[in-house]
């Protein structure tokens, strides 16, 4: 059977669209077994790829992972390979990297006991739980990750793998530098100078660095940009988001409505920011790129 947009209207797909809980490794493989398990029943042809390229790119436009990860399957579709058969070496390649990037992750843990991460890294996670799995006793220390309380389910995820997990509101983590060892971020994207991810990075990294507690970013290759800078990645996202749990709906008779602004109040609601790469004491990745 062959389609022109089997990928873009699939629920699956949809789903991950709107899917602003998870980081961008887990997201994109979502993505990859989608169009492995699709290209099962249906021909994914190159048209359907465009479009979900530009779907991704405006529902995630920090996740550079998403769309490299498109843009690498379409050119093999260009070259005649089935879109299935080129995601599925596109993930094995991946895969291979994202374990000696785990491994590596995992050994700077094994020295580095009580991490502090903010967000929800797919490869923090991994090598949180490799280093585990090899006997170290990793504790973890998250803020809860407003407004989509990402955090907080990377904190209950790993507590319910056994990692000691201790949450808090995102402006307390300076409250907590004196407990940690070490700071280990994600990120969504890597250039030559620096780094995209969950906005609040920055003044983790800064605090780390002025009370010389070790840092490092993880990543793989999908999330690397040779050109960098990201200012046009940078959304902005519905400001109710924020809002809510401070402002009352405004609706008639007390009822529940849309939060209504006044004309002098601004709300910004931004997930991500650039961070500088100098701020980072170590890159955790692999040059084998294969």
Known sequence: ???NNALCINEEFQALLSDYTHGAAVLTRHLLQLIINLSGSVNIVQNDLEQALGLL????????????????????????????????????????????????????????KRVLTISYS?????AIL?????????????GEGRPKYEGLTFAR???NKGVPCTVFADAAFSSFYNEIDC?????????PSSLLNKI????ILREARARDIPSAVAYDFLKVVEDGGFPDLIAEYPAEELLAGGLAPQGADGDAGPIRLPNCLRAVNRYFEEVPLHLIDVELTDSQQE
């Open 1 to 3: 059977m062959s389609s």
């Open 57 to 112: 790119r405006k529902a995630h436009p920090e996740m550079v992972s998403l769309r490299q990860a498109i843009a690498l399957i379409l050119k093999r579709v260009e070259e005649g390979t089935d879109a299935g058969n080129a995601s599925q070496e596109l993930e094995h390649k991946w895969n291979a990297h994202l374990e000696r990037v785990t491994e590596i992750a995992a050994a700077y843990l094994a020295q580095h």
């Open 183 to 191: 700071v280990l971020v994600g990120a969504d994207a890597v250039g």
């Open 157 to 159: 995820e790993l507590a």
């Open 122 to 126: 797919g490869l923090v996670r991994d």
């Open 200 to 203: 609040g990075t920055t003044a």
């Open 130 to 142: 490799k280093a585990t799995a090899q006997g170290s006793i990793i504790e973890a220390y998250l």
